[in-house]
């Protein structure tokens, strides 16, 4: 690895252990450590959790890679249960891969931000035990994150809110009220490959400076740049979707009464079927057994797709802009089968 260190305006270029040294926060002060990892043994089980996926440490980094067979992001998880508090850690991206650095609480999901090499992006994860939940976008960046060369994050908490900087140039500041809980865990979570370095976990106080420094980023948001999501329609589209999802759900009486219908189908499902919320070779096979031969499976799948179908009308004609993301994504698959078909020949 290289030893020098060069900062340039969006990013940090230098050796993991180079870029140990401690990120000053602005939302909280910081108090007691509670984690300093610099992965210079072997993975310490006592710490940390795999949940999937590969993990190892290889030169003082922690390795994670996600396997295909696994069908999900490899993850690793560590105890980190404060409301306010802060960590820090270096990252290095492999390629064109994706990290998500999350928070847990005991209800499951909290919160999570995406990490790209050209965007950062502050999530409030979705109650997955309610169908009329979501996961709003509370903060976002385009961002450019050099692939295979170390950079450091650090995100602050404080009841409902979070603040994340990179490489101290890049940040994200976003609230929620589902945000002001107390934590279970810390998570790492990688699609594709991706090493970590110096994690540092500490609890904290406010910081009463808080307001000034918060007033400086805010003047600062409107001249970030934005995320070119264009090439990939996917992307793009449930960006558009969740943000319409949001003003809706805030705004619009009519629009909260289509969820709650669709909720209302989606329960009265998983409350006849527990297997519709059940994943793997099983449940997809009986899945598939009852849309073929139970009538009263149908009839409330027919249901939930109605009540599906109905609400994303509402949102398209309100929100036309998510309309044109989703043509745009349904004929991207189109021409992706199109293709495929063809291979095939």
Same mark, same amino acid.
């Given at each position: 690895m290289n030893n020098m260190i060069t900062l340039s305006v969006s990013l940090l270029v230098g050796t993991a252990? &180079? #870029?140990a040294g401690d990120v000053q926060p602005l939302m909280v002060q910081r108090g007691a450590c509670l984690l300093d990892e610099s992965f210079s043994g072997s993975l310490d089980t006592n710490k940390w959790k795999v949940a999937i996926g590969g993990w190892t440490i290889e030169n003082g980094a922690l390795i994670g890679a996600e396997r295909p067979e696994d069908h999900h992001a490899a993850v690793i998880k560590t105890p980190f249960a404060c409301i306010t508090g802060v960590a820090?850690?270096?990252f290095m991206i492999k390629g064109d891969s994706r990290i998500h650095f999350g928070l847990n609480d005991a209800g499951g999901h909290n919160? =999570?931000?995406q990490i790209r090499p050209n965007s950062l992006v502050m999530y409030k994860n979705a109650d997955r035990k309610d169908p009329r939940s979501y996961s709003p976008i509370l903060d976002e960046t385009g961002a450019t994150l050099a692939p295979d060369i170390w950079h450091t994050m650090i995100v602050e908490l404080n009841g409902e809110e979070m603040l994340a900087r990179v490489d101290d140039t890049i940040f994200l500041c976003g609230s929620h009220p589902g945000i002001n809980k107390e934590k279970t865990d810390l998570l790492f979570a990688v699609i594709g490959a991706a090493q970590f370095d110096n994690v540092k976990l500490w609890s904290a106080t406010p910081s009463p400076s808080w307001p000034a420094e918060k007033a400086k980023l805010f003047v600062r948001q409107t001249a970030r740049p934005a995320i070119d999501r264009s090439g990939n329609p996917q992307d793009a589209y449930m960006a558009a979707e969740v943000k319409a999802r949001d003003r809706l759900m805030k705004s619009d009486e009519k629009f %909260?009464? #289509?969820? +709650?219908?669709?909720?209302?189908?989606?329960? *009265? #499902? &998983? !409350? *006849?079927? $527990?297997?519709?919320?059940?994943?793997? $070779? !099983? &449940? +997809? &096979?009986?899945k598939k057994r009852l849309a073929s031969e139970d *009538? !009263? =499976? %149908?009839q409330l799948m027919k249901d939930v797709q109605m009540a599906q179908k109905t609400e994303r009308d509402y949102l398209f004609i309100q929100a036309p802009e998510v309309k044109k993301d989703w043509d745009a994504f349904i004929a991207a698959n189109q021409a992706k089968a199109k293709a495929a078909a063809? *291979? !095939?020949k």
């Open positions: 252990a &180079a #870029l820090q850690f270096s919160s =999570y931000i %909260k009464s #289509l969820v +709650d219908v669709r909720g209302t189908a989606m329960e *009265a #499902l &998983a !409350k *006849a079927f $527990p297997v519709v919320n059940r994943k793997g $070779p !099983k &449940a +997809d &096979a009986e *009538a !009263k =499976y %149908k063809a *291979a !095939k």
